[in-house]
């Protein structure tokens, strides 16, 4: 049961994390920072669980970005919006 809820928390996590992606190019049309995206997150605060997170959504297909450039995080597909 333990890990059922952390799965579906760091899926909510993951969820938060590409609504916050979304919103932030839509509005600034470039890319968040790490930093930026832990101020956004209510879930995350930490640059460095950002970067696991945004780690996971790379290896699942989901994003694209460049460890060691700053705003290349990429959507690789469009997510709907959440309200």
């Given at each position: 049961?333990?890990?059922r809820t952390?799965?579906?928390?760091?899926?909510?996590?993951?969820?938060?994390?590409?609504?916050?992606?979304?919103?932030?190019?839509?509005?600034h049309r470039?890319?968040?920072?790490m930093r930026?995206?832990?101020?956004?997150?209510?879930?995350?605060?930490?640059?460095?669980?950002?970067?696991?997170?945004?780690?996971?959504?790379?290896?699942?297909?989901?994003?694209?970005?460049?460890?060691?450039?700053?705003?290349?995080?990429?959507?690789?597909?469009?997510?709907?919006?959440?309200?």
């Amino acid at each position: 049961m333990q890990i059922r809820t952390l799965q579906m928390r760091m899926e909510h996590t993951e969820q938060e994390i590409l609504e916050q992606i979304e919103r932030y190019m839509a509005k600034h049309r470039k890319a968040p920072t790490m930093r930026e995206l832990s101020r956004l997150c209510t879930s995350v605060s930490s640059t460095s669980t950002i970067k696991a997170y945004l780690d996971r959504l790379k290896d699942k297909g989901i994003i694209h970005y460049e460890p060691k450039k700053p705003r290349s995080i990429a959507l690789k597909k469009e997510l709907p919006l959440a309200k």
